[in-house]
C-alpha cells in the first residue's frame, strides 16, 4: 500500500509551476479588484487550491469578494455583479446561482468563480449559504497538517477513481470539502478508508463536538441521510447531505476490496474500450433495454439541469411501473451534450389482456362500484377464490408507445426548462441504440452492460 499510494500522490499533486501559476492569477485578481472603486472591503481566496489540497490539472479557482453584513442583501447583489464583471472585463464569463448570483468564466486557461459574499465571523452570523465558504477555509487552514493536505488529495482521487466523487447532482457523492473533514476526523487516508469500510446508514461524523449525538438526531430527525458530516463551522448543516445510498454502499465496498487487496486501479480505473458492436448486439438480445435520448441544454446550469434529469428519470419509470411494465434497473446519462436514459425491463411488450380483481361477491355495494367502472372487458365477470375477476383490455402493450406518449404530454404539463429538451426527445429500443454505440456512449454502454464496478 505504501508503494502505490507514493506512485498516486505523485501523480495527484500539482507541480511548483502549477502552484506559483495559481498564486499569480489570484494576485492579479486581488490588485485589479484594489484599484476598483466599491463597497467591497477585501477578496478571499477559497477551495481546495487555497488549501493546497487540490489534484494536479485542477485550474479552478474560488475567489470571494468580501462585503461587511451591514450591507443589504440587494446591494451585495448589485454591487458583487458589478464588480465582478469588471474583474472578468475582456475575458469570458456567464452568471450562476447559488443562494445569490455570481458569475463564473474564464481567465487565462483558468476556470474562475467570482462570489460575492459577507464578512462573519461565525456560522450564526451568515446571511447567505456562499458565507459559511470563507469559515471552512480559516477552520481547515488552521487545523489540517500537511500529510493530511497530501492525504485528502489521495482521499479525493481514491473517491474519483471509484467514481463517488462531487456533491453535484450528476455525481451525488461528497464535495471536496467534506473529503478534507474526513481525513482530518480520521487523522489520515488509511484511517479514513477503514473508517469508511465500517461506516452503516446513518453514521455520524461529529468534529467539534459543539453538539452531542442526541441533539444532531434531532436536528435531522424528518431528513434520512446515509452520512452526516457535521459542518464544524455550522452544526445545523450536513456536509454529506448530496451524498446517495448508492454512492454511499459504493464508497465503503470499494474501501473493503481496496484494504483487503490494495491496487492503484482504485484511484486509476483501466480506459474503458467498447466491445466490438456484434457483442453489443448480443449482450442486448439478453436484455429488453430501452432508451429515451434528448439533448442537454447547453445554456441551462449543469447542476439544475441534471436535478431535472434526475427527477425526469424517477417520473418515467414510475410511470413504466405503474402500467406494468416493471422497470429491473435504471440509469442517466450524460456527457452534457446528449442525454440517454436508460429503462431494463422485464418485457417490452405485455399482453393484451389484464386481469383484475375486485372484491369479494357477497360486497354487494363495492361490487357494483367494480363492475360499473367503464372498461374495455375482453373476460368476465367471474369468481376466482371468493373475488370478483375481470380480464380488461390494456391500453398500452409496448414500452416504446406508452413512453413516446408519456413524454408528449410531458411537453404540455412540464413548466421547466427539461421541457425544451423533452420535445427533442426520442425512444430508443434495440436497434436504434446499436445506431448510437459511438464514442462516449459506446463507451458508457460497454460499462453499462458489463455491469461491473471498475474498481472490481
Known amino acids: 500500500m505504501k508503494k502505490i499510494l507514493s506512485i498516486v500522490l505523485k501523480k495527484i499533486t500539482p507541480t511548483k509551476k502549477e502552484i506559483i501559476l495559481e498564486q499569480k492569477m489570484v494576485e492579479k485578481i486581488r490588485k485589479k479588484l484594489l484599484k476598483i472603486k466599491g463597497k467591497h472591503s477585501y477578496l478571499e481566496w477559497c477551495g481546495s487550491s487555497a488549501r493546497g489540497t487540490h489534484l494536479c490539472k485542477d485550474r479552478d479557482l474560488d475567489l470571494f469578494i468580501m462585503f461587511n453584513k451591514e450591507l443589504s442583501e440587494e446591494e451585495l447583489e448589485k454591487e458583487g455583479l458589478k464588480t465582478a464583471k469588471k474583474l472578468f472585463k475582456g475575458s469570458k464569463w456567464e452568471k450562476a446561482y447559488s443562494q445569490h448570483p455570481y ?12 462570489v460575492p459574499s459577507y464578512i ?13 465558504t470563507p469559515l471552512h477555509n480559516k477552520f481547515l487552514l488552521e487545523k489540517m497538517s500537511e500529510n493530511q493536505k497530501k492525504d485528502a488529495r489521495l482521499l479525493k482521487q481514491f473517491l474519483k477513481g471509484i467514481g463517488a466523487y462531487g456533491a453535484d447532482l450528476k455525481n451525488c457523492s461528497l464535495p471536496g470539502y467534506g473529503v478534507e473533514l474526513l481525513v482530518l476526523y480520521y487523522s489520515s487516508f488509511k484511517k479514513a478508508i477503514k473508517g469508511i469500510s465500517e461506516m452503516k446508514p446513518g453514521h455520524i461524523i461529529n468534529i467539534t463536538k459543539k453538539i452531542n449525538e442526541e441533539e444532531i438526531k434531532n436536528i435531522f430527525k424528518n431528513q434520512k441521510f446515509p452520512l452526516i458530516i457535521i ?39 483501466k480506459k474503458i474500450i467498447p466491445l466490438p458492436i456484434k457483442k453489443i448486439k448480443e449482450l442486448l438480445e439478453q436484455r429488453e433495454l430501452i432508451a429515451v ?5 447547453e445554456n441551462e ?54 386481469k383484475i380483481f375486485g372484491p369479494k361477491a357477497s360486497d354487494e355495494e363495492n361490487s357494483k362500484k367494480f363492475l360499473d367502472k367503464k372498461r374495455k372487458i375482453i373476460s368476465g365477470p367471474r369468481i376466482e377464490d371468493e373475488r370478483l375477476i375481470l380480464e380488461i383490455e390494456r391500453e398500452y402493450t409496448k414500452a416504446k408507445i406508452f413512453l413516446e ?46 455491469g461491473k464496478e471498475r474498481f472490481e
Do not use: C
Open 231 to 269: 459542518d464544524p463551522v455550522d452544526e445545523k448543516r450536513n456536509v454529506a447531505s448530496a451524498l446517495s445510498e448508492e454512492q454511499f454502499q459504493r464508497m465503503i465496498h470499494a474501501s473493503k476490496k481496496f484494504l483487503k487487496n490494495p491496487n492503484i486501479k482504485f484511484f486509476f480505473p
Open 301 to 354: 446550469l449543469p447542476d439544475i439541469f441534471w436535478g431535472q434529469l434526475r427527477r425526469e428519470e424517477k417520473k418515467l419509470k414510475t410511470q413504466l411501473e405503474e402500467n406494468d411494465f416493471k422497470v429491473t434497473r435504471s440509469t442517466t446519462w450524460s456527457n452534457e451534450k446528449e442525454v440517454f436514459i436508460l429503462f431494463e425491463l422485464e418485457t417490452l411488450t405485455l399482453q393484451k389482456s389484464k
Open 120 to 132: 462573519v465571523k461565525s456560522g450564526a452570523e451568515k446571511k447567505s449559504a456562499v458565507d459559511r
Open 293 to 297: 435520448k434528448m439533448p442537454f441544454l
Open 405 to 450: 406518449k408519456e413524454i408528449k404530454k410531458e411537453t404540455k404539463t412540464e413548466k421547466k426548462t427539461i421541457k425544451k429538451s423533452l420535445k427533442k426527445a426520442i425512444v430508443l429500443e434495440e436497434k436504434e441504440i446499436l445506431k448510437e454505440y459511438k464514442k462516449d456512449f459506446a463507451k458508457y454502454l460497454t460499462q453499462y452492460l458489463i
Open 103 to 114: 458569475l463564473r468564466g474564464e481567465i487565462d486557461g483558468f476556470e474562475i468563480e467570482i
